[in-house]
Each structure stands twice: as C-alpha cells, then as structure tokens.
C-alpha cells in the first residue's frame, strides 16, 4: 500500500482484512471442542484460541478505527504503521494458539519486536524516545529469563511439546528434576514481565505515558489478554498438577500487584499515568484466573478481558480527543465536559463504572467470575483483598466522572469524528449488554 | 578429555583477563579468544552447526560491532566512573553470595536422563537441517515475520522525515 500512494485506502483495507481474518477464525468454531494439533503439533487452534483470536481482532479493529487522522500528525510513512500493528496482531495470534514452546516464544517475540518500535513512533518527542528504549532494554532482559526458563524445561522434560511436557510431569510424580522447578520460575518472571504484573511492572508507566495514546491503548489491551492467555495456556496446559509449587507464587504476585497498582493510581494528575497504574492492578485480577486455576479459568479470563478491553479502549479514545482539544493529559482536562458533549462524557462514565466493576457493566461481571473462581478454591482471603481493592479504585475512577460532571471548564465543544463515534457508541452498548446478559459470551468456552 | 582440561584452563584464563585488561580494546581482543576456546568446546561436543555459528556471528559480526562502538564513543581513563570502596564492597558481596548460591544448588543436582544425549550425532548440521525443515519448519517460516518487523521499524525509525511534524 505505501508503494501505491493509495494512503486514503490504507484504513479500509486493513479492517476488511480484519473482517475476514476475523471470519475464517470463527468457521473454525467446533461445538465439542475437538480440534488437533497441526503442522506436526506446533499449533492446536482450538476454541480457547478462537475466542481470543477473536477478541484480539476485534479490539485491533476498534482501535485502528480511532486511529482515522491520528498517523498522518505524526509522520508521513502511516503505511508501515498499519504493517507494524498488523505484525504485532500475527504475534497475537500465534501466542493464543501454540502447541509448542518454540512457537509461544516466537510469538512473543513478534508481537514484542513490534511494540518497541511502535512505542516510539514520535521520533521528535523525548517521552517517546525513552519508552521505546526503556522498553526495549527490560523487554529484552525478561525475554533472557524467559528463554531460560524454556531451556531448563527441555533440559528435564526433553520436550518442546506442550503434550510431551504434561507427559513428563504426569509420568514423575515423585522425582520431577530440580531444574524445572527453576524453569517453571524463571516462566513466571518472564511471564509476569510480559504483562506487567508488580514486581515487574516498572517499566509499565513510563511507557504507557511515553508511546502515543493510540499505541498505549493497543499495548494496555490487546498485548495484556494476549500474555495472559499464553500464561494460562502454558500453566493449565503443562503445569497443572504441580500447581501446589506455584500458587503460592502467583498468589503473592497478585497481592503485591493488587496493592500497587491501586495505590499509586490513587496520587496520579495525569489521565493517562492513572490508566497505565490501573492497567497493573487489573492484571492482579486477571492473575485470579491462574492462582485458581481450574476448568472455568478459560472463561473467566475471556469475560474479564473482554470487559477491560472495551472499557480501556473508550477511555483512551476519549483521552486522544480531550487531549487534542485541551492540549493536556491532566484531569483537569476533563472539567466541565458533560455540559458540552454528553455523549463523550457518558461514554466514558460508562467505562469507568466498568473499570470499577459496578453492577450492570460488563466489568462486574468480569470480576464476579474471577471472584467465584478463587472462592470455590475457599481462597477466602484473596477475595476479601480483592474486594478492598476493588473499592480504593473507586476512588479514582470517580475522580474522573466528577470532574467531567461537577466541575466547570471551559464550554467550547469538543469535536468527534465519526469514526470515534461509532466506536464509543459500539463499546458502550457492548459494556452494558454483556453486563445485563452475561451468558452472551461466559459460556462459550 | 585431556584437550577439554586444556582448552577449559584456557577459556577461564581469558575469560579473567577480559575483566582485568585496562585497556578496553584489549579486553574485547581476549573477548575474541574467549569465545573461540567456546568454539572448540562446541567442536569437542560434536556440535558442528553451534560451533560454526559461534564462530561467525559472535566471534566476528558481534565482537567486530563491539569493536566499533568502543572507537566512537572513545572510551578514555578520565571518562571512567569512580567507583566508592563501599561500592566495590557490596559488589563483590553480591557476587560471592551468587556463586554460593549456583554452586550448593549445582551440589544438589544431579545428571537427569534427558541430559545426557542420545544420539551423539545431533549436532551435526545434516540433522539438525531434518529436525529444522521437518518438525519445526513452521516455527522457522514464522520466524520471517519477526525479523520483517524488525527490519520495516528498523528502517521506519532511521529514516527522516521531510518536515518536523507537531505532537500530538
């Protein structure tokens, strides 16, 4: 396409192809979940990878239609922009359905190479600049753990395969080799970097505010379930059995996650920073799904996921908007909002409500399934910590709500496209549909 | 096994003098050696593909980089940060607690099966090129789209543009 000089094509095409990847994904839907590996068990694309292949598309579809207008302000060559994101999705897509340690990696390294570069896109801008780098040091240095970790698995278990490993681990009850104890923690590490779970999440501010809005909301959403479902794809897939090892782990990686995360997006000015903290302490309720690992985790992760995504995209749509139209990432920016743009300012009530998990948003439902999950493991307490949790982001999630609503700013409207448009109305009516019927979606897998 | 004491003795030997040399350009010339005592290691094992790897990549594309940037960014004694002795202290305590640690924890361990290899000819590039192009050529054809990705930003992020475009 950047050959052509056809740049007005570039958007549409791109989600047409979306649509049918997005289409010939969901053909391969089978009602008793029967699929096989292929190409000599690299891949199982079974439904657990097509309903977050599809969550995957979908969301890359929705914020590439924010993005209408937004690379032409930062460069001339949008053409490799698309080609970059398109990439990363590839990454995506290999990382929710392999069946083999070597294609997980791989794909994660596709979808990683790519986020380094998009993070710093803005090649004038030094906020930028330093996420891409920051990025890209301590992305390659958890990568090195991750490598590790594999490396010490196929030096006990023999195997790359995820059967072959399950294999070894359902075969040695007793005498499982020490190194794959080691391997299994240095997975986390590198895991748990990935998705910037505390205490790993320290590049996870800087870069959410240093790469461009845009880019932050692919990296908060689509990135964040990605990680996720290869985490729980590699655990409930190989690791099962030796789950009394690496609960306790987990399960202190998101208290500490939990807790961080709240507590510093609680003193934050600036919209976005507060987006990047909460984006941590989601990631500590969608770590519930793996502490209480079980047959609905699956679920549970793709209801939640499904919730936050939406949610964040609208939040960080609107952010673009308001930053355009008051040059500040503040909240103070968002003073006085309801009075001349409603819809904006209803929107992005709706989101944060579900952010906060109030009822009748797609997000309580979320956090409901997590909850239940990790109470019928009678991990009471956990709950009772995610519940305290829950309530301190209140606190700030309203900070927004009351300044669009009760504080007065200046009156001159804010313009949105129609693209914008179509995209807030589609995620809004999406949060509450799913959040008063949830079994649209919590049953599929 | 006489050859492998020696050529061991070797690698540990220059390994100590790439961190002793003051002078930088020195200490990546031992670098160089270092790495090729791992070459023959790799020749030793039987594991023609990684010593020949070894040898091209590390030994001569990634040392020769290193040599580059140590010239442009001209490394000289009065650039050198001094470090305080309480520094050098907690350095040195770090590091003997490290190999405290690799070296019980290398006591517990013992040989696991899958260790010790099977076939002693799988390094050899014949086989290895069968397991590549057979059982794992989707994750080598894949592996296209990275290095396509790195090379589009790669290419994205040095390129100039025309007009200094506004943040936004």
Not at chain 1, 295 to 300: D, K, L, T, Y
Request: with cysteine.
């Amino acid at each position: 396409m950047g050959l052509y000089k056809a740049q007005k094509a570039l958007l549409p095409v791109t989600v047409l192809g979306l649509l049918v990847a997005l289409g010939t994904a969901v053909m391969q839907w089978t009602e008793k979940n029967e699929a096989a590996p292929m190409y000599s068990g690299m891949m199982l694309f079974n439904n657990f990878s097509i309903a977050f292949s599809a969550i995957s598309i979908v969301s890359t579809i929705l914020i590439l239609l924010l993005s209408k207008g937004y690379f032409e302000k930062i460069s001339n060559h949008i053409a490799e922009y698309y080609a970059i994101i398109l990439f990363s999705l590839a990454g995506i897509i290999v990382m929710v359905s392999y069946h083999n340690l070597s294609m997980m990696f791989i794909g994660i390294e596709i979808m990683s190479v790519s986020l380094y570069i998009l993070a710093g896109i803005r090649k004038n801008d030094f906020a930028s600049n330093e996420a891409a780098l920051k990025y890209f040091l301590m992305g390659a240095f958890s990568t090195g753990f991750l490598l590790f970790g594999i490396a010490l698995i196929y030096g006990s278990s023999g195997s790359f395969d995820l059967e072959g490993i399950r294999t070894y681990v359902a075969g040695n009850p007793q005498n499982i080799d020490p190194l794959f104890y080691t391997g299994i923690l240095l997975i986390i590490v590198g895991m748990c970097f990935k998705v910037g779970a505390a205490p790993f999440h320290f590049w996870t501010p800087d870069v959410y505010e240093g790469a461009p809005s845009l880019i932050t909301a692919y990296m908060s959403t689509v990135v964040k379930v990605a990680g996720f479902a290869a985490f729980l794809r590699l655990f409930s897939a190989c690791f099962l059995l030796m789950a009394d090892f690496w609960t306790p782990v987990l399960l202190v990686i998101t208290i500490v996650t939990l807790f961080i995360g709240n507590i510093t997006a609680l003193y934050q000015q600036s919209f976005k920073r507060m987006m990047a903290f909460s984006s941590i302490s989601h990631a500590g309720y969608l770590m519930f799904a793996i502490v209480a690992i079980g047959a609905a985790s699956a679920n549970s992760i793709f209801v939640y996921a499904t919730a936050y995504s939406i949610a964040s995209i609208v939040a960080f749509g609107s952010l673009i908007l308001v930053r355009q139209h008051s040059g500040t990432d503040n909240f103070e920016g968002f003073n006085g909002l309801a009075k001349h743009n409603p819809f904006l300012a209803f929107v992005l009530t709706v989101s944060m409500l579900s952010l906060a998990g109030i009822p009748l948003t797609a997000g309580f439902i979320g956090k409901f399934y997590m909850f239940t999950g990790a109470l019928s493991q009678y991990k009471v307490w956990l709950v009772i910590i995610a519940v305290i949790n829950a309530i301190i982001s209140i606190f700030y999630y309203f900070r927004v709500i009351i300044a669009m609503y009760f504080r007065s700013g200046d009156d001159a409207e804010v313009a949105i496209p129609a693209y914008y448009k179509l995209v807030f109305g589609f995620s809004a009516l999406a949060t509450i549909v799913i959040g008063i019927y949830p079994t649209l979606i919590s049953a599929l897998i | 096994m006489q050859t492998f004491y020696i050529i061991a003795f070797l690698s540990i030997v220059f390994s100590i003098l790439v961190i002793s040399a003051k002078n930088p350009v020195h200490s990546i010339l031992y670098l160089i050696l270092t790495f090729f005592t791992f070459t023959i290691h790799y020749i030793l094992m039987n594991a023609q593909f990684l010593a020949i790897v070894n040898f091209i990549v590390y030994m001569g594309a990634i040392l020769v980089l290193f040599l580059y940037t140590l010239m442009l960014i001209n490394l000289n004694k009065e650039s050198e940060p001094v470090k305080p002795f309480m520094v050098k202290v907690a350095a040195v305590f770090g590091g003997g607690i490290l190999a405290v640690a690799l070296v019980s924890s290398l006591k517990l361990l013992g040989t696991s099966a899958p260790v010790v290899l099977k076939d002693p000819n799988l390094g050899l590039v014949k086989n290895l090129g069968k397991v590549l192009f057979n059982e794992f050529l989707l994750p080598f054809e894949v592996s296209s789209v990275l290095l396509l990705s790195a090379m589009v930003g790669a290419v994205l992020l040095a390129t100039k543009d025309k007009e200094p475009k506004a943040t936004i």
